[in-house]
């Protein structure tokens, strides 16, 4: 049956799904969980609640207040620098695990929140708000709605080859800011706080305050996934903020390795790409029955594709806990 496969479809998908625009924003969600727990050491387990706070900013920006798009770019990274604000000023003098326990608590808030009746009147709840991105498709380059536009077996509609190439765009800004922050005494310091805290007290710094502006920093690149995401979706609806997108990060994080530049780009495109191969390999199995369908059925496979990532996840950690680009000692929690 291995030969009755389409190859060339399962490979085009994959690579569509490594560096679609999906892709892009688990990889700038992941730069900002890196900067929290890679380099700072915080646990944060509710990044997509800064995902949800800078895709709703944009969108009740243009609906509710009638503003410009672009305006509602500075609205949701604003949004999600208030959030860190509200989260770490309680939670960062003490142990590590109430930042993880408050930042899982309030994500979910969150998407409760602005799905509620009472919120409606702003977020519209559960329907979610639309057409708050036309600004920026009016300034799509790629103008043939019929073509397809990439490299290679790479290519989208034009909509989705826009958001895509802004996507990575922003990802490469977004790597080259995290590489020389991490190079600056700002970068130093707060490594240096994740590793001892105490002895970087000592020496005069204010460890509470670098770790706070650490939760800022990784928590407006979630914020500017979020904006990507909805943008790419060109509508926001609360229950896309679900609580499993952040462990799905954490997943990329793992993936590529902490503490380095690139590998949270590399874990979220592998995270992808590696779904979507399963996807299509089962899909393909249970059409020419080489699975039989008492064993599976097509609508169990989008569940058994997150088993299978699960299932390595687990070898990874078993085999090399560090990540493909991590270090051993990045992984470290015993003085975090």
Not at 24 to 32: K, T
Not at 34 to 47: S, T
Not at 282 to 288: A, E, G, P, S
């Amino acid at each position: 049956m291995i030969f009755a496969f389409d190859w060339g479809t399962v490979i085009e998908q994959t690579l569509q799904a490594g560096f679609g625009s999906e892709a892009a924003v688990y990889a700038l969600a992941a730069i900002g969980l890196n900067i929290h727990f890679g380099y700072a050491g915080l646990l944060n387990f509710g990044q997509v609640g800064f995902m949800a706070v800078g895709g709703y900013g944009v969108g009740i920006t243009v609906h509710y207040f009638e503003g410009s798009f672009w305006a509602g770019l500075f609205v949701g990274i604003l949004f999600a620098v208030v959030l860190a604000l509200i989260l770490g000023l309680p939670t960062l003098r003490l142990r590590a695990d109430y930042l993880a326990i408050v930042t899982i608590a309030a994500a979910e808030i969150i998407r409760i929140l602005v799905r509620s009746v009472w919120a409606s009147p702003v977020t519209r709840g559960a329907q979610g708000i639309s057409g708050f991105a036309d600004a920026f498709y009016d300034i799509n380059p790629f103008d043939d709605p019929r073509a397809r536009y990439g490299f290679g077996p790479v290519k989208f509609l034009a909509n989705d080859a826009w958001i895509t190439l802004i996507g990575w765009i922003v990802v490469a800004l977004s790597v080259l800011f995290v590489w020389q922050l991490m190079r600056s005494p700002w970068g130093r310091v707060v490594r240096a706080v994740r590793e001892d805290e105490d002895a970087a007290r000592a020496l005069g710094k204010n460890a509470y305050w670098y770790k706070l502006q650490a939760l800022m920093i990784g928590g407006v690149f979630g914020g500017i996934a979020g904006i990507v995401q909805v943008v790419s979706k060109q509508t926001v609806q609360p229950d896309t903020f679900v609580p499993p997108i952040t462990f799905f990060v954490w997943t990329a994080l793992i993936l590529g390795g902490v503490g380095r530049v690139l590998s949270p780009v590399v874990g979220a495109m592998l995270f992808w790409a590696l779904l979507a191969l399963t996807d299509n390999v089962l899909r393909q199995l249970v059409r020419d029955d080489a699975i039989p369908e008492a064993l599976l059925e097509v609508a169990q496979i989008g569940q058994i594709r997150f088993m299978l990532a699960g299932l390595g996840l687990i070898l990874l950690m078993i085999f090399r806990p560090q990540g493909i680009f991590g270090s051993r000692r990045e992984m470290l929690l015993d003085d975090r």
